[in-house]
């Protein structure tokens, strides 16, 4: 990107929720959800499937806070900085409503139904996604058109940019302070 370039736009906001809810909607245990989403932005023009990307980017790290990070560590048993990378992207296969809810308050993924089922560390299994994370590379290798690697990062967040506010840090081990500030995770993963 050269100097004075304007960023590229990322993806509308309803355009971007609605291919993931369609591919949450077309998921299987055949075919999870990365797959289906990968296999949808493929069949779109490559500048589409990098303007996903830097809205996903966008909206992987709003999620990039402490007491989003402290969710992951309850439901996950601990959590790397790997690990929260992938939660991060499990947050979003969720969609729209659920990742709204979680930005919101962390706490509320005790009422997932998958969490309210009858094995509440089923899930871990949904969240922990890696294949997320990669889907919109995997099918921008796959779409027709000239290859340019480069349109999936042009318009990303400038060097040099300072580090998120993460909020108020706390003691991920501390399980009264888990408690108080996760109750609902803390009653299903802790008790």
């Known amino acids: 990107m050269t100097t004075g370039a304007r960023p590229l736009p990322a993806m509308p906001l309803d355009a971007f929720w609605a291919i993931v809810e369609t591919a949450a909607a077309r998921a299987s245990a055949e075919r999870p959800f990365a797959g289906r989403l990968a296999a949808l932005l493929a069949s779109r023009p490559r500048p589409e499937i990098a303007a996903f990307e830097r809205r996903f980017g966008e909206l992987h790290g709003a999620l990039y806070r402490w007491d989003v990070w402290g969710a992951a560590y309850v439901i996950g048993g601990g959590c790397s ?38 094995d509440p560390e089923e899930l871990e299994e949904l969240l922990f996604d890696e294949e997320a994370g990669y889907a919109a590379h995997r099918a921008f290798e796959r779409a027709p058109g000239e290859e340019d690697r480069d349109a999936l990062t042009a318009g990303g967040p400038p060097s040099g940019r300072t580090a998120p506010d993460m909020g108020e840090g706390f003691d991920f081990d501390d399980e009264d302070e888990v408690g108080r500030r996760l109750p609902g995770l803390a009653a299903l993963f802790l008790a």
């Open 81 to 118: 900085d790997d690990a929260f990378t992938d939660f991060r992207a499990g947050v979003i296969s969720l969609g729209r409503d659920w990742y709204e809810r979680v930005l919101a308050s962390p706490d509320s993924l005790a009422g997932h139904p998958v969490a309210r089922g009858s």
